[in-house]
């Protein structure tokens, strides 16, 4: 059984930071990750994403303030510094398997950013 298991969320002020991650079980064969959030009463949007290759792409919010890595096989995380209130909301971590044709989602961790 895939389990994803998000950790690092919490309170913060503006202009301060938070570390994300993300570990994987019962999965193989990663070809994506990503990090997405939901703030209320929006849809979820893509935050940052990996690709087993290296390959990173960023939401334009997010780009020169987040930073995503892949830190093993089955952990990722994501940095975030000089966080804006408009980052708040729950996070949530993805990953795709080629191998086992699956897509898989954490249970969500929240951010809250205060001004």
């Known amino acids: 059984q895939v389990q994803l298991v998000e950790s690092g969320g919490g309170s913060v002020q503006a202009g301060g930071s938070l570390r994300l991650s993300c570990v994987a079980s019962?999965?193989?064969?990663?070809?994506?990750m990503g990090w997405y959030r939901q703030a209320p009463g929006n849809e979820r949007e893509l935050v940052a994403s990996?690709?087993?290759?290296?390959?990173s792409t960023y939401a334009d919010s997010a780009k020169g303030r987040f930073t995503i890595s892949r830190d093993n096989v089955n952990t990722i995380s994501l940095e975030m510094n000089s966080l804006k209130p408009e980052d708040t909301g729950v996070y949530y971590c993805?990953?795709?398997?080629w191998g086992m044709g699956s897509d898989h989602w954490g249970q969500g961790t929240q951010v809250t950013v205060s001004s």
């Open positions: 990996i690709t087993s290759g290296g390959s």
């Open positions: 993805r990953f795709y398997s």
């Open positions: 019962g999965i193989h064969s990663i070809h994506y």
